[in-house]
């Protein structure tokens, strides 16, 4: 189906002069017979009374116009950090953008923001450098920057008609040029080709302000911008709810294929609606129609149901928005106003604005919302004022923290009280950064059904689970269903929901929980002779930045640093720079917290404690049910453990990454258990094995055989200190109070399972943050005891040592890093575990009882023993006496 239409969205760091442009464009098209202005608070499309107050966009409208044959909607999004969500759903309903640079200005951060954003909606982008009236706008200066942080295809159109530009843009990409030395010309088909694939970008240069430039956009975007084509399939993509002055709720919507009709029914997730209305608006006015096609925008009522993303027909649902909010406000009701009654009305906001996140916190018995930054919390203050007419204020911000695990686990969650059945086992797997939760399957149809697997992926996907060490919800995770059981006559729907939930839960129990935070990334702009104190201020931010360039007597420094120390400091910047220093922050993602454990213990959270989000599981017994701990659930699984099955140790053991690479040691019990079973099974009584048991069998097994053929026979026993340390329950606990004592205690432990080992013992312990540090090598006692030196780490060292040394000597590691026992099991050494050498030295300390101390004892006994009756009948007669 062939278009002239356009879906346009004009985007822009606050104050570029994104709405200025938006009036040019209407006024220059003769949508409008008056330039409106945002100062004069009369822009045809800041329609409402706080935008007006303000000066800001902050609800995404559209405006209707031709520029000659090609019918455009525009669509003006808001240009403040704040509201981003909106502005990126609005993105996924464009054709083409129209960004919007200051040339007064030059990129700022939200710019770059923006470019990301085009970059992950694969969307083509026509460029405004606008307020190049004003004194100081330098056009090479700004083409070379843009060129420089977007990319080579940044050209130049206002000099198309000039010498050199066709030459130019053939050089920005590999098709033109080869067009170019093939024909001598480029025709307007190959431009508009390599525009809407990303390959160039077309530049104007003016003032939206004086109309200056605004003529040639327009001849631009008619020229340059291809014709689309739509399936004949029906599609629409929401990407906007809103209500109008009678609070009929509006689904705002592009049709991607087909056709809409009023009276349809749209079908999604089980449900089904009519459209009653359709609506094609332009600023605050919209023409009622009975039917548009495919490539329009328009708002539809009678949906109720419909979310933001959502897609209907052959359109999928959106992602999730790339920008997230970052903080936490309570929500002060006046005195007398119920919370219960007052929740139904802000979840209406809640539809308009989902990422608002509305919840009741039961744990702090309050009302909270997720905002963005302080402007959102002034509007949504208005807001509620407006539309209910309730006086709220807000509580100071909280950090919206969020959680993820370090290494895979299987979770596992049963539910069975008298007449129900579920199990179900889940694989949780570490996700790339900001790759949000995914669920699949791992699964055979014959071991589970489809109808059953598909029920656990509702329920995993339908809840906002949250984390174990701060009741954060869980992110950039992977959760596949491996395994499920079901009972053919007692298993419920109900059932599967507790037992994914629990198993979710269990799995966060057992992994390495890992607290994120939020960052931004920034901007800073200040007088070059205050860079020091920037840099200073920073980094005790636990920030890093770098200077990025200088004009004249400023400094542009960029970097990120977390959101809970970076988000007030506009304001001393102000006042160390006297007003001359500004910063622009746009949410760069979460990253692990730089103060975890503070955090931790601030929220004061108990997973334990948590009713709704139990992390046990329910077991029958004897027609009554009980509930298992986390801790304990696997011993009580009916069904065998995915990572077994798939020929790894089970999640639980703390050293589980290590243990995939030991060697598995075949005692002689185990032999002769193996040939009573199938041997001598049907031979009779089989020949005992005589053999001498060795007293230091016990210590022999838990370090694995070396093959290598060595020079000598000397062993070493190389120990990562500070690994071994952490690892182990009571040092981590003594290491807390006291480092030193710590290593004091470990040192003096190696030093007695040497004397009885008699090999050689080297600890080695980091000090690769020690600036200058070189490395230090001194004997304690009967021990070696390394400290390494500056940028090398324990790792590194033993590392070295064992690839030196390894065909002299017969060498072990005790580590449980798993990088690094898969290195020097590389090179042929032995490993031990810190869970193994712990083991292994507990039963030195036994044998020495066993050897020595208990002799000794005997010894005593004997002296008792020795005495004649009547010597021993004297003595008892004597202590009578006494007494």
Avoid at 34 to 62: P, S
Avoid at 335 to 353: A, V, W, Y
Avoid at 760 to 780: C, K, N, P, W
Avoid at 815 to 828: A, F, K, N
Wanted: charged fraction near 25%; aromatic fraction near 8%.
């Amino acid at each position: 189906m062939n278009t002239k239409k356009l879906i346009i969205g004009i985007l822009a760091h606050v104050d570029a002069g994104k709405t200025t442009l938006s009036e040019g464009l209407l006024y220059a098209s003769g949508k409008i017979n008056r330039l409106g202005r945002v100062d004069n608070k009369d822009a045809y499309l800041d329609t409402f009374e706080l935008e007006r107050a303000r000066g800001i966009t902050i609800f995404a409208k559209q405006a209707r116009f031709d520029i000659d044959d090609l019918h455009v909607t525009l669509l003006d999004t808001p240009g403040h950090v704040d509201f981003s969500a909106e502005m990126e759903r609005t993105l996924q309903v464009l054709d083409y953008a129209i960004l919007v640079v200051s040339g007064a200005d030059g990129i700022q951060g939200h710019t770059r923001t923006l470019w990301r954003l085009f970059e992950r909606y694969h969307l083509p982008v026509f460029l405004f450098i606008n307020k190049m009236d004003q004194n100081g706008t330098d056009k090479v200066r700004l083409l070379t920057d843009l060129n420089r942080q977007f990319g080579d295809g940044c050209i130049d159109f206002t000099t198309r008609v000039q010498a050199g530009f066709t030459e130019q843009l053939a050089m920005s990409c590999e098709p033109l040029m080869d067009a170019y030395l093939k024909s001598g010309h480029l025709n307007p088909e190959q431009i508009r080709e390599t525009i809407r694939n990303r390959m160039v970008f077309p530049c104007y240069f003016g003032s939206a302000l004086r109309l200056d430039g605004v003529e040639d956009l327009m001849r631009g975007l008619r020229e340059y911008s291809a014709t689309l084509r739509y399936p004949d399939a029906f599609g629409a993509k929401v990407f906007k709810i809103t209500r109008d002055e009678q609070g009929n709720r509006l689904t705002h919507m592009k049709i991607t294929g087909g056709r809409l009709r009023v009276k349809d029914a749209l079908k999604n997730h089980g449900r089904e609606e009519k459209v009653n209305q359709i609506r094609l608006y332009s600023g605050q006015k919209y023409e009622a129609v009975s039917e548009i096609e495919a490539g329009t925008i328009c708002a539809v009522t009678g949906l109720n149901l419909t979310r933001p993303g959502e897609g209907f027909g052959i359109e999928p649902a959106s992602e999730k928005p790339l920008l997230a909010p970052v903080l936490s406000y309570q929500i002060l009701l006046p005195e007398g106003c119920d919370p219960r009654s007052m929740i139904p009305k802000l979840r209406q906001i809640e539809d308009e604005e989902p990422e608002l996140h509305i919840v009741w916190n039961e744990h702090l018995q309050e009302i909270q919302a997720q905002i963005m930054g302080e402007v959102q919390v002034e509007i949504l203050q208005s807001l509620i004022k407006d539309r209910f007419n309730v006086d709220v204020t807000f509580g100071s911000s909280r950090i919206v923290y969020k959680e993820t695990i370090a290494r895979i686990v299987e979770g596992v969650g049963h539910f069975e009280p008298l007449r129900h059945y579920a199990e179900v086992h889940l694989l949780l797997e570490p996700g790339e950064p900001g790759s949000g939760l995914q669920f699949g399957t791992d699964c055979s149809e014959d071991e589970f059904g489809k109808a059953w697997q598909r029920l656990v992926l509702t329920h995993l996907e339908e809840k906002q689970h949250k984390g174990v060490l701060t009741g954060s919800p869980i992110t950039d995770l992977r959760i596949t269903l491996v395994a499920g059981k079901a009972h053919n006559k007692h298993t419920e729907g109900g059932d599967f929901r507790e037992a994914t939930y629990r198993a979710v839960r269990q799995g966060l129990k057992e992994a390495e929980s890992i607290l994120l935070e939020p960052y931004y990334a920034f901007t800073l702009e200040l007088p070059d002779k205050m860079v020091g104190r920037a840099l200073s201020d920073i980094e005790k931010m636990y920030g890093t930045c770098a200077l990025s360039h200088t004009e004249g007597e400023m400094a542009f420094l960029a970097g990120s640093a977390p959101v809970s120390t970076l988000k007030n400091y506009q304001q001393t910047l102000t006042t160390y720079t006297k007003g001359f220093g500004r910063i622009f922050c746009t949410v760069r993602g979460y990253e692990r917290c730089h103060n975890q454990e503070e955090i931790i213990a601030a929220i004061g959270y108990d997973s334990e404690r948590d009713p709704l989000n139990p992390t046990g599981s329910v077991f029958c017994s004897q027609g009554a049910g009980f509930l298992v701990d986390w801790d304990q659930v696997k011993e009580h699984m009916h069904l065998e453990s995915f990572l077994l099955r798939q020929g790894k140790l089970p999640a639980e053991e703390a050293d589980a990454r290590a243990a995939a690479f030991e060697e598995r040691w075949i005692s002689l019990e185990e032999i002769d258990r193996i040939f009573e079973s199938t041997y001598y099974a049907n031979k009779g009584k089989r020949p005992a094995w005589k053999r001498r048991v060795d007293p230091n069998e016990e210590l022999v097994r838990a370090m694995p055989p070396v093959r290598q053929a060595k020079e000598t026979d000397e062993e070493y026993l190389l120990v990562d200190g500070y690994n071994i340390i952490h690892a182990w329950p009571d040092l981590k606990a003594l290491a807390e109070e006291n480092m030193d004592s710590a290593r004091m205690r470990l040192m003096d432990t190696l030093c007695n399972y040497q004397a009885l080992r008699k090999c050689h013992v080297i600890v080695v312990f980091d000090a690769y943050r020690v600036l200058g540090h070189r490395e230090d090598a001194s004997e304690y006692h009967n021990i070696h005891v390394v400290f390494t030196r500056e940028a090398q780490t324990a790792d590194q060292y033993i590392e070295r040592f064992s690839y030196v040394n390894q065909r002299k000597y017969h060498i072990t590691v005790a580590t449980s890093d798993g990088l690094q026992q898969m290195i020097v099991r590389g090179v042929g050494s032995a490993l031990l575990s810190a869970r193994k050498l712990k083991t292994a030295i507990e039963e030195a300390n036994d044998r020495i009882h066993r050897d020595f101390l208990d002799p000794q004892l005997q010894d005593k006994r004997r002296l008792g023993e020795s005495l004649t009756p009547e010597t021993r009948q004297q003595m008892k007669d004597m202590t009578n006496h006494a007494e």
